[in-house]
């Protein structure tokens, strides 16, 4: 069973903070990708990674970064949090040979 | 650029009425679509692929290249189905990623 952690369920920072959210899979999967998800919005890719060491830029990548060191981790890094960040964040990985995602359960991250 | 269009953000029905989900989407290449659902406090998951041409927990979709839509169907909701459904479009150029659209709330009533 494909299983994709992400390390916080809830996140509270201050605006300015920087902020770190970690995702981990199991399944030795070549892609990875960071989402928003908003009411109304719905999901909207941020940045994605094909493999270790390499980042494209989403839909809205402005305001955040990303490292993969190892395969099996991807993070997205805040420089400066700011208010308009306050949203559900999803992390999503996937076989390279496949179009299939599978979902971590979300952080949903609060900036005051 | 692609874009995948769901009209409604709500879609309210009674237990056993027919559902239908609509979903559009704009892009000039061969397109692969998807239908993910998100059940309250569970994770989003794949519900079906249109070239699996497979029916999931009774829904259906059918990709309909003249209309460029992807409508989700089932004859008779049930109350289990209310989820946010989102519709996906994955385009063969470049990076393959998925564009979701909006998403639609079902809500089945008893």
């Known amino acids: 069973d494909v299983k994709v952690t992400q390390s916080s369920r809830y996140l509270v920072k201050r605006t300015g903070e920087k902020v770190f959210l970690e995702c981990v899979q199991d399944m030795d999967h070549e892609n990875m990708f960071w989402y928003r998800q908003d009411p109304g919005l719905g999901l909207r890719l941020i940045y994605f990674?094909?493999?270790?060491?390499?980042?494209e830029k989403g839909d809205i990548p402005e305001g955040y970064s990303v490292s993969r060191e190892k395969k099996e981790r991807f993070s997205l890094i805040l420089e400066s949090a700011s208010t308009n960040q306050t949203s559900m964040y999803l992390c999503?990985?996937?076989?390279?040979?496949?179009?299939?995602?599978?979902f971590g359960p979300g952080t949903r991250l609060t900036v005051l | 650029a692609q874009r995948v269009t769901q009209p409604e953000k709500l879609l309210s029905v009674f237990k056993g009425a027919p559902v239908e989900l609509k979903c559009n989407y704009s892009?000039?290449?061969?397109?692969?679509l998807f239908w993910y659902v998100q059940y309250s406090r569970q994770r989003l998951q794949l519900l079906l692929r249109?070239?699996s041409r497979e029916s999931i927990k009774g829904f259906t979709a059918d990709l309909n290249k003249g209309e460029t839509s992807f409508h989700l169907k089932k004859p008779f909701a049930q109350e289990e189905d209310s989820a946010m459904y989102y519709c996906a479009l994955r385009t063969n150029s470049g990076y393959s990623t998925l564009t979701f659209g909006k998403g639609t709330m079902l809500l089945v009533s008893p």
């Open positions: 990674s094909y493999d270790v060491k390499m980042k």
């Open positions: 249109h070239i």
């Open positions: 892009y000039s290449g061969s397109p692969e």
């Open positions: 999503a990985s996937g076989p390279g040979d496949t179009d299939t995602q599978y």
